[in-house]
């Protein structure tokens, strides 16, 4: 069973360009994080998304951010025209339907640099 | 605001020695999740306390819980330098969509 499944490891981006992560997230499960880390901090919350439905997005900016998971596919994290403070790390996580007390399973992130 | 602060920020130790960092919360919480994470690295799941639990162990790593306090503590026992890493928790929330509210973190750094 593959872990969480983040693309590109590494992204680089200039500003004013979009920026499109993608998450699979673990066999099985069907609900999707999104987090972001900032240098040197801890990870903050952005979406919480299910299959074709954005559950929470109280962590998103309001503007240039946006993210889906369809029904085939990806979760998706798009960002447009993006800033160099948008440099960061960006972390999925997926957990199953019913996930009560157990653990959220990260993807190894993806590191956006804007030049 | 942040729900979980964690302290020390940094903390440097020998390897042999005992490493223990402190996590504290603000609101109520389902449970309270650690997390390891190595330098440019994702997130290692550590261990996970239910809020009705008050200590757990796996291996080295000793946890507690005080929910009259909102605070926890993350106890490595015979650090190695391999566990130079940083160390973060998390809080599950009641009621909530099973987001993570995580720490700033805490930078250990076990000296051979």
């Known amino acids: 069973n593959a872990g969480v499944m983040q693309n590109p490891r590494h992204l680089v981006r200039r500003r004013g360009q979009e920026a499109r992560l993608r998450c699979s997230p673990m066999?099985?499960?069907?609900?999707v994080y999104w987090y972001r880390q900032l240098p040197e901090e801890g990870l903050k919350f952005m979406v919480y998304?299910?299959?074709?439905?954005?559950?929470?997005e109280s962590g998103m900016p309001k503007e240039r951010f946006s993210a889906e998971f369809p029904k085939e596919g990806p979760s998706i994290l798009r960002i447009q025209q993006v800033v160099r403070g948008d440099s960061a790390a960006y972390f999925c996580?997926?957990?199953?339907?019913?996930?009560?007390?157990?653990?959220?399973?990260f993807g190894q992130g993806t590191r956006l640099t804007v030049v | 605001s942040q729900q979980g602060e964690e302290d020390p920020q940094a903390l440097s130790i020998q390897e042999g020695e005992n490493a223990t960092m402190n996590c504290s919360y603000k609101t109520s919480i389902n449970n309270l999740q650690w997390y390891r994470q190595n330098s440019g690295r994702g997130l290692v799941h550590l261990i996970l306390i239910r809020s009705n639990e008050r200590e757990k162990h796996s291996g080295r790593l000793r946890v507690t819980l005080d929910t009259s306090k909102k605070s926890s503590s993350l106890l490595i026992t015979a650090s190695r330098a391999a566990d130079t890493a940083s160390y973060f928790c998390?809080?599950?929330?009641?009621?909530?969509?099973?987001?993570?509210?995580f720490g700033q973190g805490t930078t250990l750094q076990v000296k051979p």
């Open positions: 998304l299910q299959k074709e439905n954005i559950i929470d």
């Open positions: 996580a997926s957990s199953p339907k019913d996930r009560g007390n157990t653990e959220a399973f």
């Open positions: 998390a809080t599950d929330r009641p009621s909530n969509t099973g987001k993570l509210i």
């Open positions: 066999k099985g499960h069907s609900h």
